[in-house]
């Protein structure tokens, strides 16, 4: 249901007004003010959909209450239909309409004119809405739709940060791993099957990657089995910077078994979780009676401090 507010000092025109709006509007709901202060108060709570003014009032006339409406943000898009029965000339009319508003009538004007100036004001009022709404729906849509991609953005940035960052470490990772003497493992931290086994460890051990790929590291070492491996593993799994050396049998493809230092350490490798080991023979040194723990005491494992990304430095024992 329409409202319409009319602001008229004069009480009959109220009637009048009411009384066509009854029997040419009859799905509209009046509204009345007696002054243009009370008018404008009231047309900011009530929000109607059609202003009629009357512009002469006393104390505050139509024209500075027309002026004050369309200058407040909350009944500017208002539309107002101002009526004066002595200030009709064009003077006052252009005046009228510089101050904002939409119709200027005559108070002697026909009933029938009147009524059709109220129902073309409310079509305007229902279609500047429909836009308002469309328009406020809209840019809703756009700052969502922009803060999403902004979101999505940011965690590409991030993503692809971390990777290079990461890619760049194992390029330093994968040169030594390749190069080394010393036998280096990586296995999975959950599966535990090995991801990357080195040019040194194969040749020892006499298998292919293929066939590592589908190992673990109890399947080389003949006194361990997946518990008592997990039991040695478990204080890596609680400190991640936490390194430890052990000392045990690797088992050749041939079956055929030789002693070696193992330093371990759980890490992040190409985006996961994984325990890399390296490993020296020391068939030799068993035979020289050498000690063997801390014969790699120059290999680290260096974390960087932006997160999980690992580079090896190792360096062979004298």
Do not use: W
């Not at 009524?115 to 500047?128: D, F, N, P, S, Y």
């Not at 371990?264 to 050498?290: C, H, N, P, W, Y």
């Amino acid at each position: 249901m329409s409202k319409i507010l009319v602001i008229d000092d004069q009480q009959d025109t109220l009637e009048t007004i009411s009384d066509i709006l009854k029997s040419m509007i009859p799905d509209s709901v009046l509204i009345s003010s007696l002054s243009g202060k009370d008018g404008i108060s009231t047309a900011k709570k009530e929000q109607p959909d059609v202003i009629i003014l009357d512009v002469v009032m006393p104390e505050m006339d139509g024209f500075e209450v027309c002026r004050r409406l369309k200058a407040d943000n909350d009944t500017a898009d208002i539309p107002i239909i101002l009526m004066s029965g002595i200030k009709t000339d064009v003077e006052n009319k252009v005046k009228g309409f510089n101050l904002g508003a939409d119709v200027f009538l005559n108070k002697e004007a026909n009933i029938l004119e009147l009524a059709a100036q109220i129902k073309v004001m409310l079509r305007i009022k229902t279609a500047e809405d429909r836009l308002r709404g469309d328009k406020m729906h809209l840019e809703k849509l756009v700052q969502q739709r922009t803060k999403e991609h902004i979101e999505a953005n940011k965690k590409l940035c991030l993503e692809l940060s971390k990777f290079e960052l990461e890619a760049g470490y194992n390029r330093q990772f994968l040169n030594l791993f390749r190069e080394s003497v010393i036998e280096i493992y990586v296995c999975d931290a959950e599966s535990l099957r090995f991801i990357e086994v080195n040019k040194a460890a194969r040749l020892n051990l006499g298998y292919t990657i293929d066939e590592l790929s589908k190992m673990t590291p109890v399947d080389i070492k003949p006194e361990f089995n997946k518990k008592s491996f997990e039991k040695i593993v478990k204080p890596l799994r609680k400190n991640q910077k936490k390194k430890i050396v052990i000392t045990s049998s690797q088992r050749r493809k041939d079956g055929s078994t030789y002693p070696a230092e193992i330093h371990l350490q759980l890490s992040t490798f190409m985006l996961r979780k994984v325990f890399i080991a390296a490993v020296v023979d020391i068939t030799e040194r068993k035979k020289a009676g050498q000690k063997t723990a801390g014969s790699l005491q120059d290999f680290k494992f260096i974390h960087d401090p932006v997160g999980e990304v690992v580079s090896i430095i190792s360096r062979a024992a004298q």
